[in-house]
């Protein structure tokens, strides 16, 4: 929720483009670098969706996200 609401301040508010997210449970996968990966589908559209994942760099770190990639869709609907 943290990286959406970097991309678009109003997400999951009634002002936002963002209103919805899920994550895609078929995409999840393992990334060789390291962490998962999988795509998040916004606002209930597939034609709107970031890539994104998870690690954990050290024992004693905390679990972060390592970026979003963007598809054309959601590219559009930040740019509106």
């Known amino acids: 929720e943290e990286d ?3 991309k678009d301040p109003n ?3 009634d002002k936002g483009k963002i209103h919805s997210y899920k994550i895609d449970d078929s995409s999840i996968k393992h ?3 390291g ?3 999988f795509d998040i589908i916004i606002n209930d559209d597939p034609n709107i969706v970031g890539s994104t994942g998870l690690r954990k760099y050290g024992e004693n770190e905390d ?3 390592v970026g979003m990639d963007r598809s054309k869709g959601l590219q559009k609907l930040l740019e509106e």
Do not use: S, W
């Open 11 to 13: 997400a999951l508010t």
């Open 31 to 33: 990334n060789p670098m």
């Open 35 to 37: 962490g998962i990966m």
């Open 4 to 6: 959406l609401k970097r």
């Open 63 to 65: 679990i972060r996200t």
